[in-house]
T-cell receptor, first 113, second 112 residues
Framework: KNQVEQSPQSLIILEGKNCTLQ??????????LRWYKQDTGRGPVSLTI?????NTKSNGRYTATLDADTKQSSLHITASQLSDSASYIC????????????FGKGTMLLVSP | NAGVTQTPKFQVLKTGQSMTLQCAQD?????MSWYRQDPGMGLRLIHY???????DQGEVPNGYNVSRSTTEDFPLRLLLAAPSQTSVYFC???????????FGPGTRLTVT
């Protein structure tokens, strides 16, 4: 069964600090991995999408890494801001269609002043 | 572009009532889908559509109906609401061949 596991479940950091969120998956065959940011009461917004051949991708202060061999991904947030407080969701796709997206439960990040 | 819009934002139903959650997109995307998000769980696919007139079931389709008469609209119907359908519902869309999926703001539904 395809699964996406995220850790930690929740995290509190001080403003200005860095943090790293983890994602392990057992989705096969692998097509791409996405990280979404979901603010409270809003829909998810895409941060990065990586395919098998991409092992690092950045979007501003967000940097995602992918190790397709170990089936692990991480999302690193640099110099955190209060607006980074949100749930971060890892999603793995087995192909480009809709029916094969497997969503993680998310990591809830709180950035404290 | 307004992107993906959903109405209503909040809704309370009594068990056995019916209602339709509306979803519209103005990006001319072929793919549209409905998800539900429950506490402690990842988003789960309810139904999806690859174009006007074509729909298919996702992971949790029971209790929900959909239709796709136009490219822009993809309503989700609950015929006999049950407390188990209390959830936050998200609509999403993407273009054919694209990887980027765009989500609406969600509808929070409570069934009492």
């Amino acid at each position: 069964k395809n699964q996406v596991e995220q850790s930690p479940q929740s995290l509190i950091i001080l403003e200005g600090k860095n943090c790293t969120l983890q994602c392990n998956y057992t989705v096969s065959p692998f097509s791409n991995l996405r990280w979404y940011k979901q603010d409270t009461g809003r829909g998810p917004v895409s941060l990065t999408i990586m395919t098998f051949s991409e092992n690092t991708k950045s979007n501003g202060r967000y940097t995602a890494t992918l190790d397709a061999d170990t089936k692990q991904s991480s999302l690193h947030i640099t110099a955190s801001q209060l607006s980074d407080s949100a749930s971060y969701i890892c999603v793995v796709s087995a192909d480009s269609g809709y029916s094969t997206l497997t969503f993680g439960k998310g990591t809830m990040l709180l950035v404290s002043p | 572009n307004a992107g993906v819009t959903q109405t209503p934002k909040f809704q309370v139903l009594k068990t056995g009532q019916s209602m339709t959650l509306q979803c519209a997109q103005d990006m001319n995307h072929e793919y549209m889908s409905w998800y539900r998000q429950d506490p402690g769980m990842g988003l789960r696919l309810i139904h999806y559509s690859v174009g006007a007139g074509i729909t298919d079931q996702g992971e949790v389709p029971n209790g929900y109906n959909v239709s796709r008469s136009t490219t822009e609209d993809f309503p989700l119907r609950l015929l006999l609401a049950a407390p188990s359908q209390t959830s936050v519902y998200f609509c999403a869309s993407k273009r054919t061949g694209g990887r980027e999926q765009y989500f609406g703001p969600g509808t929070r539904l409570t069934v009492t």
